[in-house]
């Protein structure tokens, strides 16, 4: 029914409400973690740079040592954890309150699956992949460099201060919100991954009459 709809599609409010923002207090952490005790003087090749991004994504996407599940730690951005207040009231609950409960466990269940925890994971590194891409351009060698260094390809020819890489960073956010289409979404929804995801889950909440068209 158009109500259950409804209510189950206001779930995603948690992600661009609290969840975003726990997300963003966990990402400054990491990057105060990773980038804290550096000099904006400090100058770091693409190479550099990329695995500074790689050790804040570790900070931000790992599983403590001590969890078991197997699920991305991510997830619980998501979705609002399961102690949901309409499942705690025995009494009272309508048939669409009861759906709209079934379907939110079922999606929890889906997002905690090894199989989404594969497919977010290789989202993320597309999506650092092309922002890498692109940075790489502001780290192309210039004559002197080349005549100095001899080397055409190498990605550690050439370093920036990190005081010039901050806003070349800015300018990716922009570049990225303003696409339109978006590069980085598009990708996404190219990805065979993705693709073969998406259908599994089609099949598995449809009915043989939807499959069947």
């Known amino acids: 029914p158009p109500e259950v709809q409804q209510q189950y599609l206001s779930s995603i409010q948690h992600l661009l409400g609290d969840g975003l923002t726990e997300l963003i207090t966990i990402v400054k952490q990491a990057v105060h973690k990773v980038f804290g005790s550096i000099s904006l003087k400090h100058t770091l090749s693409l190479l550099e740079l990329e695995q500074k991004l790689k050790d804040i994504r570790k900070v931000v996407e790992h599983k403590d040592s001590d969890q078991i599940a197997s699920y991305s730690p991510l997830c619980h951005y998501l979705m609002p954890d399961e102690e949901n207040p309409l499942a705690t009231q025995a009494c009272g609950l309508t048939e669409r309150d009861i759906a709209t409960i079934k379907l939110l466990n079922e999606t929890r269940d889906m997002l905690e699956s090894p199989d989404f925890s594969t497919v977010l994971s290789t989202c993320l590194n597309r999506g650092f992949s092309r922002l890498l891409d692109n940075m790489a351009e502001f780290f192309r060698p210039t004559e002197q460099d080349l005549s100095q260094n001899g ?57 043989p009459q939807q499959l069947e068209k």
């Open 151 to 207: 080397s055409v390809n190498s990605l550690s020819s050439v370093s920036l201060p990190l005081a010039k890489i901050i806003p070349i960073i800015n300018g990716q956010i922009h570049s990225v919100c303003s696409e339109t289409p978006s590069h980085f979404v598009q990708d996404l929804l190219m990805m065979e991954q993705v693709k073969d995801f998406a259908a599994n889950v089609y099949e598995a909440f449809s009915t």
